[in-house]
């Protein structure tokens, strides 16, 4: 049997899927045995639960008048550095190539007396398909993903799309993203009760940080061009304030219609509610929020972008649509609230994928395996 390993995650704390990602990825670690140590500037939102096995380590950022611009990685650097040493860690596992891999690799280089902790590093979408198009990051993400000891990217579209984006050499191993559902606190009925929606009503739900990028717009645009559409209700469990959507929703007509919830930590209630799932993203290297949707057996409506169809199978668990095709989206939309059985098709197979591909112990036993190759490189 493999040794335990001593673990540091370093990811960024806030709603999204790479925050949850890590968490999950780190509990099922802890739960197996291993040490993980997470190291951010604030507790990651989904690390309520205590575990003997789980640590936090804070980043505290100074302000100093001579900087104009206040800096995250040097504070964080240090920090790595000095946990890497106090609990001698096999392996650094950071999300996102900028900052925290620059960061890892600056630590590692405050130890020249070991080439340890090994450092892993996944790209969840924005070092490459944001950033990497920018020259002033461009060069210190390719540097920073070229010196890890393994970069993983999170579909086979970020994989590609890295590629070509950077022209790296270095290998790079897709590791998908998992959900477990967490047992639900509130029935459908209570959920429902208050949303104001009635058990009969069509629920969809879409959940993002509304970012430009997941183009909300489409969705109420969409929405609101459905038929006989009283008895069917928007959902948005907003990870940003959505007050910028909400003249839109009035001149659109449909405030009635679309419930916003702010900053929703327990989102398998909210997900065993509904019916539907929708999102509109122009880019999307994975899609977490489809697949927790998936997870409780409903049908999604999404772009056919990024990495989303390797999430959704097109007519078997979803309906992928073009990216900014409203009128595809809404005929979508439309045919799964009229057809009840079909939505259960749907998001029967939806389930069945997501545990068959995309559940937590597999996907963890790959990062372990990452994990030991890496750090027996150093022994
Ligand atoms: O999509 C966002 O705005 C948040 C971002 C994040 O850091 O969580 O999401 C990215 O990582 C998720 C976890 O791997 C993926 O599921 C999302 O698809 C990805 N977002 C984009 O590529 C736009």
Same mark, same amino acid.
């Given at each position: 049997m493999n040794r335990p390993l001593r673990i540091g995650v370093v990811c960024y704390p806030s709603i999204g899927g790479s925050g949850i990602l890590a968490t999950s990825l780190g509990r099922l670690c802890a739960e197996a045995g291993h040490d993980v140590h997470f190291i951010s500037y604030e507790k990651p939102i989904r690390l309520n639960e205590p575990h003997p096995r789980i640590f936090f380590h804070l980043v505290s950022v100074s302000e100093y008048s001579l900087f104009k611009?206040?800096?995250?990685?040097? !504070?964080?650097?240090?920090? +790595?550095?000095?946990? @890497?040493? =106090?609990?001698?860690?096999? /392996?650094?596992? #950071?999300?996102?190539?900028?900052?925290?891999?620059?960061?890892?690799?600056?630590?590692?280089?405050?130890?020249?007396?070991?080439?340890?902790?090994?450092?892993?590093?996944?790209?969840?979408?924005?070092?490459?398909?944001?950033?990497?198009?920018? !020259?002033?990051?461009?060069? +210190?993400?390719?540097? @920073?993903? =070229?010196?890890?000891?393994? /970069?993983?990217? #999170?579909?086979?579209s970020l994989k590609a799309q890295t590629i070509e984006t950077f022209d790296v050499k270095h290998p790079i191993e897709v590791i998908y993203n998992f959900y477990d559902p967490a047992p639900v606190k509130r029935g459908k009925r209570e959920v429902r009760q208050e949303l104001g929606i009635a058990d009969t009503d069509v629920m969809l739900l879409h959940m993002s940080n509304l970012r430009p990028v997941k183009r909300f717009g489409d969705i109420l645009k969409a929405f609101s061009r459905l038929r006989k559409s009283e008895a069917v209700k928007l959902v948005v469990l907003a990870g940003a304030e959505p007050d910028t959507y909400f003249r839109k929703v009035r001149d659109l007509g449909i405030e009635d219609r679309v419930i916003f919830r702010r900053n929703i930590v327990e989102i398998d209630d909210y997900l065993n509610a509904c019916d539907l799932g929708i999102y509109a993203s122009e880019q999307e290297s994975f899609g977490l929020s489809i697949l927790e949707t998936m997870c409780y057996g409903h049908p999604v409506v999404a772009t056919n972008a990024g990495g989303i169809p390797e999430v959704i199978v097109d007519g078997e668990t979803g309906l992928l649509v073009d990216v900014g095709d409203i009128e595809a989206m809404a005929q979508s939309i439309q045919t799964l609230v009229d057809d009840a059985i079909l939505r259960q098709d749907m998001g029967r197979n939806g389930a069945e994928r997501a545990a068959a591909y995309f559940s937590g112990s597999p996907i963890r036993d790959q990062y372990l395996k990452l994990y030991y190759k890496m750090c027996e490189q150093y022994v």
């Open positions: 611009y206040s800096d995250y990685t040097l !504070p964080l650097s240090v920090k +790595i550095a000095d946990i @890497s040493e =106090e609990y001698d860690l096999d /392996v650094l596992h #950071v999300h996102y190539a900028v900052p925290h891999a620059t960061a890892a690799l600056l630590a590692r280089q405050m130890r020249p007396e070991t080439m340890r902790p090994a450092v892993v590093t996944t790209l969840h979408g924005t070092d490459t398909t944001l950033l990497g198009k920018d !020259p002033h990051y461009m060069p +210190i993400i390719k540097h @920073s993903m =070229e010196h890890s000891d393994g /970069v993983t990217t #999170v579909s086979k």
